[in-house]
């Protein structure tokens, strides 16, 4: 099997899920503010839609806030490095009350990483976030 085919066979689930993820809310809180800081719901904020668009993401959004979405899907999308490369460390939220999970997308030492904060993943998930976060570091290195 050549690379190329091997690349389509193991990233084929990935370009699925990127079809049928889809956003409901979109906000931030500002994290320097410490522990029960409010979130502020942005309804102008679609990160899967702006993440998508070329170039840096922007927002009008407080330097050093977090930005929470919820989403069908607990894998980030294809563009979710925009926004740890902007400065915000994007939380992704995923089902509620004892179903619901939190992962994290950030940067650590120069380079992309994501975590659970809530919940646990499936093994095929966290293949899929691994595949994900390796193509992430292609730009870690040019946010450097």
């Not at 915000?88 to 997308?105: H, K, M, Q, S």
Request: glycine share 8%; proline share 7%.
């Amino acid at each position: 099997m050549t690379f190329a085919l091997l690349f389509a066979a193991l990233t084929a689930p990935i370009a699925s899920e990127a079809a049928q993820l889809s956003e409901a809310e979109c906000g931030y809180v500002e994290t320097s503010r410490g522990p029960g800081a409010p979130f502020v719901a942005m309804p102008n904020l679609h990160v899967l839609t702006q993440t998508a668009l070329p170039g840096p993401f922007s927002t009008a959004i407080p330097a050093g806030a977090s930005i929470i979405c919820e989403r069908s899907g607990i894998v980030p999308a294809e563009n979710d490095w925009k926004i740890p490369a902007a400065g915000y460390t994007l939380y992704l939220a995923n089902g509620d009350g004892p179903n619901e999970r939190i992962g994290v997308l950030e940067m650590a030492s120069g380079s992309y990483r994501y975590r659970l904060a809530r919940g646990t993943w499936t093994v095929e998930e966290e293949n899929r976030v691994t595949a994900r976060v390796q193509a992430f570091q292609i730009h870690a290195r040019k946010v450097q």
